[in-house]
């Protein structure tokens, strides 16, 4: 039996720190906010009795059947389907992308194979392979939809010119030739009936998982454990001593209302003049819930500073210089495993996390049958 500490109480250290303990290990997590379940923490607003998403919407979605199986073996999640609005030039829009869409932009009433011409006649094929958000959606949609609806959004939740932004962050989105607006192309999607709070509560509720909430970590702390797992920033490890990795962090502003208030969970804003990127009203995510008030958070996203919660990681290229020096000096440390979305600095979605957690404490578990030691990384960060 080892005994571990974990730093960070969000999805991937409670994924591992469970299957640890069922394997018979002591684990000993430390929290340095209040409250578990990181970034997907939501709680009961105490006015309306909704379930809000402290730090945003997030909605689940695998075509894992293992993290799917996983995730429901720890709270019941209940049938939900995300699907977006997006206001553009003071007219809304269906999104992703999709027939709707093109139809409601153009002002035409195309089919799949005439939509799928018109796009095609849109696309710049002067551009072979994308690397740039710009150059991606040039590439494969054309001026018309990028400026409708990535250009302003992008900046806006990004914070710099999309020509700027990888190629990758476009590619989550589809681009749709028939009616389907499921945001999501997963087999699996759903929503915890109780929030992901009491889930991340059930995955810690092992005899030998014992949870320290509002405990910052203190390198003293490294002598009394046989190796940490660390879930935190990867720069804040060595004390940020190359600089600062780069995130966006966002601003929640409430607004409060009574029955519906704009008749679907997410409404994207995709033009620059409006200062937030997206409002959420929560009350849509627990459509199997009645609440006759009701609470919307309007969304904006802003530069990352030190005293702010990261969110999302930049990883321009400034950004990967010196990811690449911590991951270099991380190869060298002993006794530390670096997890997850701030450990390896990428952004993941939530099942993405779950699926390489699993994957993580599969590792461990074969490296303490075999007595080998455990590594730094187990994805690579780069
Ligand atoms: N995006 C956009 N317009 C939209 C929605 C998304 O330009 O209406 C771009 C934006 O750059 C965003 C990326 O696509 O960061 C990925 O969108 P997604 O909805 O996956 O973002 P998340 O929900 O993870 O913030």
Known sequence: MSNYLFVGAGFSCAVIARELAEAGNGITIIEQRPHIAGNCYSERDRESNIIV????????????????????????????VNRVKAVSNSRIYSLPINLHTINQLFETHLSPNEAKELIESKADL???????????????????????????????????????????ILKRLPIRFNYDDNYFAHKYQGMPKNGYTDIVAAMLDHPSITVHLSTPYSIGMRNDYDHIFWSGPLDAWFDYEFGRLGYRTLDFEPVRGIGDMQGNAV????????????????????????????????EYSRQCDENDTPYYPIRLV????????????????????????????????????????????????ASLAASDDLKPFYVKPL
């Open 267 to 298: 409404i994207n804003y995709c033009d620059s003049n409006v200062p937030y990127t997206r409002i959420t009203e929560h009350k849509h995510f627990a459509p199997w819930e009645t609440h006759e008030q009701s609470i919307c958070f309007m």
């Open 53 to 80: 998403h402290k730090y945003g919407p997030h909605i689940f979605h695998t075509d894992n059947v293992r993290v799917w199986d996983y995730i429901n073996r720890f709270g019941e999640m209940l049938p939900y």
């Open 126 to 168: 002067s551009i072979e392979i994308p690397k740039t958000f710009e150059e991606q959606a040039l590439r494969f949609v054309g001026p018309e939809i990028y400026n409708a609806f990535f250009a302003g959004y992008t900046r806006k939740q990004w914070g710099i010119e999309p020509s700027e932004l990888p190629a990758s």
């Open 318 to 365: 400034k950004d990967k210089t010196l990811l690449k020096q911590y991951v270099e000096k991380a190869y060298h440390e002993k006794n530390v495993t670096f997890v997850g979305r701030l450990g390896t600095y990428r952004y993941l979605d939530m099942d993405v996390t779950i699926k390489e957690a699993l994957d993580v404490a599969d590792a461990v578990k």
